[in-house]
């Protein structure tokens, strides 16, 4: 089944059909932070990335604009993160989740991420370089009504980066592609298990991209 978008200030529906999912992690710009953040995950136990950026392949069924995602296990949690789709050899920007088992990432990150569905906003802009300020992009979640997350997209990687870091890491798919482009740090530093997520994406111009989605526990 495709994943049904629709384009901000358009009204254009696109009709997605991933060939290729992709999450990329460890895409802040500060290199010190990310080897600091390495060596936090590594202390409790969560192995470090053969690369950095990371990019785990993903079955493409993962990605979903529901409103309530199923998962198996209590210790799972959401973070904001910009996604950028590739359509009919357009770019598009939407909000998304990358939705981790966090008991399961201290033996596999690779399986930690495959093991839960990839919330993804139904509305999209298109996403132009000489057109969107990525930088000046705030970002932010909310789990349980709780501030999560808060920033810009200035302390990730712009999407031209990660695209070239991708094609020279993973040999290319023709057709749509969704990559999940990395998140902010955490406010607290801590991962919450809840159950109710928010994510945003306020855009200079005022366009803003959200998503909610609630969390069900398969064997609740």
Same mark, same amino acid.
């Given at each position: 089944?495709?994943?049904?978008?629709?384009?901000?200030?358009?009204?254009?529906?696109?009709?997605?059909?991933?060939?290729?999912?992709?999450?990329? =992690?460890?895409?802040?710009? %500060?290199? +010190?932070?990310?080897?600091?953040?390495? #060596? @936090?995950?590594? &202390?409790?136990?969560?192995? *470090?990335?053969?690369?950095?950026?990371?990019?785990?392949?993903?079955?493409?069924?993962?990605?979903?604009?529901?409103?309530?995602?199923?998962?198996?296990?209590?210790?799972?949690?959401?973070?904001?993160?910009?996604?950028?789709?590739?359509?009919?050899?357009?770019?598009?920007?939407?909000? =998304?989740?990358?939705?981790? %088992?966090? +008991?399961?990432?201290?033996?596999?990150? #690779? @399986?930690?991420? &495959?093991?839960?569905?990839? *919330?993804?906003?139904?509305?999209?802009?298109?996403?132009?370089?000489?057109?969107?300020?990525?930088?000046?992009?705030?970002?932010?979640?909310?789990?349980?009504?709780?501030?999560?997350?808060?920033?810009?997209?200035?302390?990730?990687?712009?999407?031209?980066?990660?695209?070239?870091?991708?094609?020279?890491?993973?040999? %290319?798919? +023709?057709?749509?592609?969704?990559?999940?482009?990395?998140?902010?740090?955490?406010?607290?530093?801590?991962?919450?298990?809840?159950?109710?997520?928010?994510?945003?994406?306020?855009?200079?111009?005022?366009?803003?991209?959200?998503?909610?989605?609630?969390?069900?526990?398969?064997?609740?």
């Amino acid at each position: 089944m495709p994943v049904q978008l629709t384009v901000s200030g358009t009204g254009e529906t696109l009709d997605i059909r991933p060939a290729r999912l992709i999450v990329a =992690g460890y895409t802040g710009r %500060d290199q +010190e932070a990310v080897a600091e953040h390495i #060596a @936090e995950l590594a &202390a409790i136990g969560v192995p *470090p990335p053969e690369t950095v950026p990371a990019f785990y392949d993903l079955d493409p069924s993962l990605v979903s604009t529901d409103a309530v995602v199923r998962v198996d296990g209590a210790g799972t949690s959401g973070e904001v993160e910009p996604v950028v789709i590739r359509h009919g050899g357009r770019y598009f920007l939407g909000v =998304g989740s990358d939705h981790t %088992d966090r +008991e399961l990432e201290r033996s596999s990150v #690779a @399986e930690s991420k &495959a093991a839960c569905p990839k *919330p993804l906003g139904a509305t999209v802009v298109p996403l132009d370089p000489g057109t969107v300020d990525w930088d000046s992009i705030g970002a932010g979640s909310t789990v349980d009504g709780e501030t999560y997350q808060h920033g810009t997209l200035s302390a990730l990687r712009t999407p031209t980066d990660v695209l070239g870091r991708l094609a020279e890491a993973l040999p %290319d798919t +023709e057709g749509d592609l969704v990559l999940f482009g990395g998140t902010l740090p955490l406010l607290t530093g801590r991962f919450v298990h809840g159950s109710a997520w928010s994510l945003r994406l306020q855009l200079p111009d005022g366009t803003t991209l959200t998503h909610d989605y609630l969390v069900e526990n398969g064997h609740g």
